[in-house]
Nanobody, 124 residues
């Protein structure tokens, strides 16, 4: 059974950094396209950074230049390095896996497996 477990969330002052991790199990990690999403209270879940086919990556405009996604296939782990954090980055962050490895869609509907989320809170 597929399982994704996020960690690394917490509180930060504006301008600080956090690194999220997502440990995958129960499926072949290298066969899936991975991504990070977030959802703030009262808002829809949105893609933050999502791997696209080939070496391309989708970054939400609001995080370009500040967030970086990476994956360690040997450890079945996905990472999100978040720098220069802003209060508007406050949200629950989720990692997700999609079997549609050739898809250019970065929407939640394109993803099959989800973690339980990790809270990120940024204060001004």
């Amino acid at each position: 059974q597929a399982h994704l477990v996020e960690s690394g969330g917490g509180s930060s002052q504006a301008g600080g950094s956090l690194r999220l991790s997502c440990r995958a199990s129960g499926f072949k990690f290298t066969n899936y396209r991975m991504g990070w999403f977030r959802q703030a209270p009262g808002k829809e879940r949105e893609g933050v950074v999502v791997f696209l086919p080939g070496s391309d990556t989708y970054y939400a405009d609001s995080v370009k230049g500040r967030f970086t996604i990476s994956r360690d296939n040997a450890k079945n782990t996905l990472y999100l390095q978040m720098n220069s954090l802003k209060p508007e980055d406050t949200a629950m962050y989720y990692c997700a896996a999609s079997r549609y490895i050739h898809s250019w869609i970065s929407l939640p509907s394109d993803f099959d497996y989800w973690g339980q989320g990790t809270q990120v809170t940024v204060s001004s």
